[in-house]
């Protein structure tokens, strides 16, 4: 049966509804959502985009290794994902000399070298370009149900981690000199900050796929950002923004046929370009007051 | 081995290839850059794709994408210097619109999509003809001459932007036309090893480098000749073992490098020899 979108927005969602794999879908999506727009609101304070970025890549020889092992995917997926993160903090910490620039020289290295060892892996294995697509962009398609209780464990994990070290993790995001004077354990925070960026992205590309991750960790985060630098409302809007694109994709990709990859992503540029927009007009306007008292 | 003609033409289009990234790749290190590289030799594999929707040749998509993004980000950031927040957003949207193209590549032509990407994505020198190998080359001579003529002015840009611009250097107009560089470059090291891998012949040699010597016209050369070690070994460790893919091996060879480098002057070995 080809659906169809029609006007009506109930029958539309309850005939979406009516098959198991789209709500185990839905189910999947809200989880990895809410985990994946916490987690990059973080990572975005912290301007750790590239990292996160890496990060989600690894679960490409994650994925390509079990293959070749006879493993679980998922398991391949969460230990190159933790890997990576260990490595990465590693490298930017245990270097000597400290400097961005030789971070993110490490980050794009290791970053490389994780692809390059899934297509050595994938080769290996002879090939199936039809699950690399899969792999690469995500499909919504046949999420079983034990695959969302994974997520539901990984995302209260998660969600655990910043409600224990939340406060903590902020003061040495924002201030790291004034945080470490203060006794605040700034490397073992940031170095746990990545390990579980590394296990949300390992959970989230299960769904969005391995290139598309990015666009749940980053964009909400980002749009956030640009409408509000309160910390309470900015965390409440930017899961609002994830859980919304994410719905959205689903269910055009659903009627459409294309990859939902391609809706959430467009969906979150919009909102970005939107939330830019408004902002430059709302400071023209701003100056513009002030001019006119002046 | 030097018999094989596909090998003749892979390091032909290789050494070019190498050679241009070594020298971007400095710069790109430099200016805390890595990640503008990173999206924007993603977004080269979305052009390839939608060329290959549209029917074009594959290196119009690659270059046409990569230089439009980068105009994009030099146009979005202060200073043609984008934040890694805009950079992350617009490189995901762009692959966002790679799954599509790769969609309706799918749903429109009978097969050969996997290895249009697969090609795209991990590249293939071994599979270049004779004729695109001089291309590359002919590229890749380009890119290293507009990298050197704008050196100077760009290493005093990129170590004190506000100086510089005091002493009357473009600093935005060099910004911009060194992401185009990025762009080029990634474009046309996509045809060797890939959208996903070249970032390794980017920031692997030029970080070795960047730990090895302060001196910049020593670092430039230095990034460039690892990265050329790098191609010329991955080449050969790939032709000598058919199953290892030579993006990898390229790959492996530079991030090995770049490990030996970063061991030789890490704090512990220091101690060790005491320097």
Redesign the interface.
């Known amino acids: 049966m080809n659906p169809t979108l029609t006007w009506d927005i109930s029958s539309d969602v309850s005939q979406m509804l009516r098959f198991p794999f789209m709500v185990n879908a839905l189910e999947a999506g809200t989880i990895v959502a809410v985990m994946a727009s916490v987690v990059g609101w973080f990572m975005v304070l912290r301007r750790e985009s590239f990292v996160g970025h890496t990060l989600s890549l690894m679960s490409f020889p994650g994925a390509s290794g079990a293959l070749l092992v006879g493993a679980s995917q998922v398991l391949g997926y969460f230990v190159f994902c933790a890997a990576g993160a260990l490595v990465i903090a590693g490298g930017s910490q245990g270097g000597g000399r400290r400097d961005h620039a030789q971070e993110s020289a490490v980050v794009g290295t290791v970053q490389a070298f994780a692809l390059a060892l899934g297509f050595l892996f994938l080769s290996l294995y002879s090939g199936v370009l039809e699950s690399l697509e899969t792999l690469l962009f995500g499909s919504f398609l046949g999420i079983t149900t034990g695959q969302v209780r994974t997520l539901l464990i990984v995302a209260l994990a998660t969600l655990a981690f910043f409600a224990c070290a939340g406060r903590p993790l902020l003061f040495a995001s924002v201030d790291e000199q004034v945080a470490r004077a203060n006794n605040v354990p700034t490397r073992i925070l940031s170095t746990a900050f990545l390990l579980v960026l590394g296990l949300a992205v390992a959970a989230t590309a299960q769904i969005t796929g391995v290139l598309l991750v990015f666009a749940l960790l980053v964009a909400p985060a980002a749009t956030a950002q640009q409408l509000t630098p309160r910390i309470g409302s900015g965390l409440a809007l930017t899961v609002a923004i994830a859980l919304a694109i994410t719905w959205v994709g689903l269910g055009l990709s659903y009627f459409t046929n294309y990859s939902v990859g391609f809706f959430v992503t467009s969906a979150a540029i919009v909102l970005y370009a939107s939330a830019r927009a408004f902002r430059a007009l709302k400071g023209r306007q701003g100056r513009a007051r002030e001019l006119e008292r002046s | 081995m030097l018999a094989q003609e596909f090998i003749r033409n892979a390091l032909l289009a290789g050494s070019f290839v190498a050679i241009a990234c070594g020298l971007v790749g400095y710069f790109m290190?430099?200016?805390?850059q890595?990640?503008a590289?990173?999206a924007l030799s993603?977004v080269s594999f979305t052009g390839a794709l939608a060329a290959a929707a549209a029917g074009l040749d594959l290196r119009f998509g690659l270059f046409a994408a990569t230089a439009a993004i980068a105009l994009l980000l030099a146009l979005l950031g202060r200073r043609a210097h984008a934040d890694?927040?805009?950079?992350?957003?617009?490189?995901?949207?762009v692959?966002?619109?790679?799954?599509?193209f790769?969609?309706l590549f799918n749903s429109g032509s009978a097969g050969g999509s996997?290895?249009t990407?697969?090609r795209a994505?991990?590249g293939s020198i071994f599979g270049l003809s004779a004729g695109a190998a001089q291309l590359a080359a002919v590229v890749g001579v380009v890119i290293v001459l507009a990298t050197l003529l704008i050196a100077r002015p760009l290493l005093f840009a990129s170590i004190d932007p506000i100086v510089a611009a005091a002493r009357g250097v473009p600093v935005r107009a060099l910004g911009t036309v060194f992401l185009l560089l990025i762009g080029l470059d990634a474009a046309e090291a996509t045809q060797a090893v890939?959208a996903?891998?070249?970032?390794?012949?980017?920031?692997?040699p030029?970080?070795a480098a960047?730990?090895l010597t302060a001196s910049p016209y020593l670092g430039l050369a230095l990034s460039g000749l690892l990265a050329l070690l790098s191609m010329w070994v991955g080449i050969a460790l790939s032709y000598q073992i058919p199953?290892?893919?030579p993006?990898?091996a390229?790959?492996?060879v530079?991030?090995g490098l770049?490990l030996l480098a970063?061991i030789g002057?890490?704090?512990a070995s220091?101690r060790l020899f005491g320097s």
Not at chain 2, 29 to 32: A, I, K, N, P, Q
Not at chain 2, 84 to 93: C, E, L, S
Not at chain 2, 196 to 204: E, Q, S, V
């Open positions: 290190v430099l200016r805390s890595v990640f590289g990173d993603h890694d927040v805009t950079i992350g957003t617009i490189f995901a949207w692959l966002g619109m790679g799954a599509l790769l969609d996997g290895i990407g697969s994505l991990f890939g996903l891998l070249l970032l390794g012949l980017l920031a692997a030029a970080g960047h730990r199953s290892l893919p993006g990898s390229i790959i492996a530079a991030s770049y970063f002057t890490s704090r220091r």
